[in-house]
């Protein structure tokens, strides 16, 4: 797992202290056990279980991640990081959760991203709260000789 500062204190300040009795055994653990990287700048330690601190070289640390074998990189929230990974064209799928509220303002996913991305839409699922998963795959050009 991946995660920008104000998303891993979010995290980490609810999920280490997460009981049975808001939540699945098996989410906690996961979310526990799982390995997690941190980027920030501002923080000197990252204390939450199986995580550690990457200060600098953010797109360096995530090209040598997606070199290895294993199970794939996700990324919650952390708007900064998602727009900088995008930006840098390592993202290859999007899991986007529509949330029906209006709210007038809010931060954008993609602020920082200046290039187009195409995406293809893979999947969808609507859930009982009207909340929407909208999954996408980065669309990939062949070019036909």
């Known amino acids: 797992m991946l995660f920008g500062r104000i998303t891993y ?7 280490s202290v997460a009981t049975t009795a808001t939540d699945d055994q098996r989410i906690i653990d996961a979310m526990n056990d799982s390995s997690k990287i941190v980027f920030s700048k501002t923080i000197d330690k990252a204390e939450w279980k199986n995580s550690r601190l990457v200060r600098e070289n953010m797109i360096e640390e995530v ?5 290895r074998s294993g199970k794939d990189i996700v990324i919650y929230g952390s708007g ?4 900088a990974l995008t930006q840098a064209e390592m993202i290859d799928n999007y899991r986007l959760y529509v949330v029906p509220v209006i709210l007038g303002s809010g931060k954008p996913l993609f602020n920082q991203v200046n290039n187009r991305i195409n995406l293809e839409l893979n999947d969808t699922r609507k859930f009982n709260s009207g909340l929407v998963l909208l999954h996408y795959k980065k669309r990939i050009h062949l070019i036909n000789n």
């Open 80 to 83: 900064s990081l998602v727009s």
């Open 9 to 15: 204190q979010l995290m980490e300040s609810y999920w």
């Open 63 to 67: 090209s040598e991640l997606k070199k």
